[in-house]
């Protein structure tokens, strides 16, 4: 039954919807073929002209990303496309962005990796596909995978400010959107296109490969195929697997069994306490197929896919006497649609967007099924994108969620439980001048049922951010923005109660927890100039009600328990990057950049935030032709030793990347070929975000060679 909040807002999305929809004028001309989708800006530069240099000229571009200030002047996203995103490609999308300002990954294991942002991660960080959530378990623990093909994705947006409120009502840590090509945007000029990847690492012995191709079917009518398979052996590093305060407490724990006289024991402890160069039971293996189908017409567009992805890895083993070989088998279909209505009047784009998944995953321990989880999620987002109206435009639109995860086996530390979410929101864009204006608003209630004990919570959650940009010059803005977020608790934060091999721990929930509720403020600037690009954030988010696991100092069957709470937290970080152009001939460039990011995080009174990256800064040098780009960057993490109880120090490391593409017909042609060796001199790492870094290293040295085809 909907609470009389849910009620209002539901009549309220609906009559706004139906009042705007009945305003756009029908039965005239429409925009143009292939309109921008849900997971595109609402206000897209490319349709409506803008007052403002910045928005109407072209996109930063630092090292190979772009800083898209056409998307979004108040907070813009930072999307990774084209060459930078075929060099950084990996099968796990936590890691292919860790090299983006701000962007850690939580590094379980090689197979398994979720991005934190500025601290961030789990239920506070949305991972998107084209508007729509992943529809699996992935945040319900850190190891458990994305359910996402990233060898098929053409374009990554980092997403902050009011632009999340578009897809979440807790602004705080950020989205991650990705969007793929199984929903063909527009009709190719050719019979059909191929897009065909393939890449091997030496690290892992790891082979990857992809390709996507869209047919004509007629002249509005396109079908899609794609697929992709990957395989890596055990994963190489460059020193001990185990940190040094692991090691050095693992060989006490063999030297205590050997003077009680296990010498089986002692031994077992001793060689996992040595053993350097791969870590074990860390190889991955998976694959996807799909296709889609797709009607196009000036008019508008209505388009279906369908994908099964799979996905097999292997979980690290903590040392112990009887390490046990516990691997995820992952499987999930996913069926998606989108539909839209190009129009004109005061609406320009009318859109459907929805998504169902069927998702399963066991674990497996030495070859016998455990713990295995069902999910059987739905999401359906009906968004309303405003035409430009002299200086005014906009979006609107209404979300709905629905998952039931099932859990059975050993490991069963949730009840079963169903999530339903309903939400509405608005972003609302002004250009006064040289100013833009914005402004976002979202309304969210969510309701969480256990099976079959029926305990229930309802969760109502508003959530506000408001911004503007000053574009001082043609080349430089300074923007700003305050938001409010509410996050409703997640099931697993209500709920747990047991042991967890994953994490090495016994966790405890708390059913009573309220709202986590934040407020945010962020500055930035951004310059454009001929020869200098850059930009620099600042940003700081205090929590009335920050949702953790702390220590207690209780151990139940050798495990530590660990208690969620609610206490006040606080956030500060600051993120830069910058590249200086200073020889250009003809065609070719010679530029320099560097990047730093930053985040302190503290619970009030009681210490440090768990997992929080330490500073990083980055510099590289890159020649730049129409055939060939060649790069070289360097990287240093430094120490975290802003821990807490249970958690160890980590040290600092410095890794030396180096990459050469080659374009064999040109720059426009259709073969792009990259070499590219990283963490050249093998050095030993450690993520401070990550729960297993202390026996999962970084990856040693790998040397990649990646070949692209397009036609």
Do not use: C
Not at 44 to 59: F, K, V
Not at 94 to 119: D, H, K, Y
Request: charged share 20%; proline share 5%; hydrophobic share 40%.
């Amino acid at each position: 039954m909907k609470t009389p909040h849910a009620r209002i807002a539901l009549l309220a999305s609906a009559g706004a919807l139906a009042t705007l929809a009945a305003i756009a004028t029908p039965g005239t001309a429409f925009a143009e073929t292939g309109a921008a989708s849900a997971g595109a800006a609402p206000a897209d530069a490319a349709t409506d002209t803008s007052s403002h240099p910045q928005d109407s000229g072209p996109e930063i571009i630092v090292s190979g990303r772009v800083i898209s200030g056409n998307a979004d002047p108040i907070s813009a996203p930072v999307v990774l496309t084209g060459e930078s995103l075929t060099r950084d490609l990996k099968p796990q999308i936590g890691e292919m962005l860790s090299s983006l300002p701000g962007v850690s990954s939580t590094g379980f294991a090689p197979g398994v990796s979720r991005p934190v942002l500025r601290g961030f991660d789990g239920p506070r960080v949305q991972v998107l596909l084209d508007g729509i959530g992943s529809l699996d378990a992935s945040s319900v623990s850190a190891d458990h995978a994305v359910s996402l093909d990233t060898l098929n994705v053409e374009r990554i947006e980092v997403l902050h400010g009011p632009r999340v409120l578009l897809y979440a009502s807790d602004p705080s840590g950020g989205a991650v959107n990705a969007i793929d090509k199984r929903i063909p945007r527009a009709v190719p000029d050719k019979a059909f296109t191929v897009d065909a990847l393939g890449s091997y690492g030496t690290a892992a012995n790891m082979l990857n490969g992809g390709i996507a191709t869209n047919v004509r079917l007629a002249s509005r009518l396109v079908a899609h195929f794609e697929a992709s398979y990957y395989h890596s052996d055990d994963l190489h590093v460059g020193g001990y697997v185990l940190s040094p305060e692991l090691r050095a407490e693992t060989l006490g724990q063999a030297s205590d069994l050997a003077d009680a006289g296990d010498a089986a024991g002692a031994a077992t402890l001793t060689t996992q306490a040595n053993q350097k160069g791969k870590i074990a039971n860390s190889g991955t293996e998976g694959w996807t197929l799909g296709g889609g189908l797709a009607f196009i017409d000036d008019g508008g567009d209505i388009g279906v896919s369908v994908q099964r992805l799979a996905n097999d890895y292997g979980i690290p083993p903590r040392p112990s006497t009887d390490p046990a070989a516990t691997s995820i088998s992952l499987r999930q279909t996913r069926i998606d649609l989108r539909a839209g209505l190009n129009l004109t009047g005061f609406l320009k784009r009318l859109e459907v967007r929805g998504a169902y998944g069927d998702y399963e995953h066991a674990e497996i321990e030495d070859g016998d099924i455990g713990t295995q989880f069902h999910n059987k999620a739905v999401e359906v987002r009906l968004q309303a994108d405003q035409a430009k109206r002299g200086i005014w435009s906009g979006s609107t639109g209404v979300q709905y969620s629905s998952a039931r995860l099932a859990i059975s086996g050993d490991e069963a530390l949730l009840p079963d439980n169903n999530t339903d979410r309903f939400a509405v929101f608005t972003l609302q864009q002004l250009e006064v001048g040289r100013f833009d204006l914005e402004g976002a608003l979202r309304y969210e209630n969510t309701q969480i049922r256990t099976i079959p004990s029926d305990e229930h919570r309802n969760f109502d959650q508003y959530a506000a951010v408001a911004g503007v940009a000053w574009h001082a010059t043609d080349t430089l803005t300074f923007s700003a923005n305050y938001s409010h977020g509410e996050r409703a608790t997640s099931a697993e934060e209500l709920f747990v109660d047991g042991l967890h091999d994953a994490t090495q721990s016994y966790e405890r929930g708390n059913p009573n927890f309220t709202v986590e509720k934040s407020n945010s403020v962020e500055a930035g600037l951004r310059y454009n100039g001929s020869a200098f690009v850059g930009s620099v954030t600042v940003f700081g988010t205090n929590f009335d009600n920050f949702i953790t696991a702390v220590p207690t100092g209780e151990v139940i069957e050798d495990f530590p328990v660990y208690q969620y709470l609610q206490a006040p937290a606080r956030f500060r970080g600051v993120e830069a990057e910058g590249a200086l152009t200073f020889a250009r001939w003809g065609d070719n460039s010679l530029k320099a950049d560097a990047g730093v990011d930053y985040t302190h995080a503290k619970l009030v009174n009681m210490g440090p935030v768990p997992r929080i990256p330490p500073l990083r800064t980055r510099g590289g040098l890159e020649f730049d032709a129409p055939a060939v780009t060649l790069r070289g960057e360097v990287e240093w993490n430094a120490k975290q030793d802003r821990v807490t109880e249970n958690e160890n120090p980590t040290s600092a490391f410095t890794l030396v990347n180096l990459s050469a593409t080659w374009r064999p017909m040109g720059e426009n042609g259709p073969v792009s070929l990259i070499l590219a060796a990283d963490n050249l001199f093998d050095v030993t790492g450690r993520l401070a975000a990550s729960e297993t870094r202390d026996f999962v290293p970084i990856s040693g040295r790998d040397v990649r060679l990646t070949a692209r085809f397009t036609y």
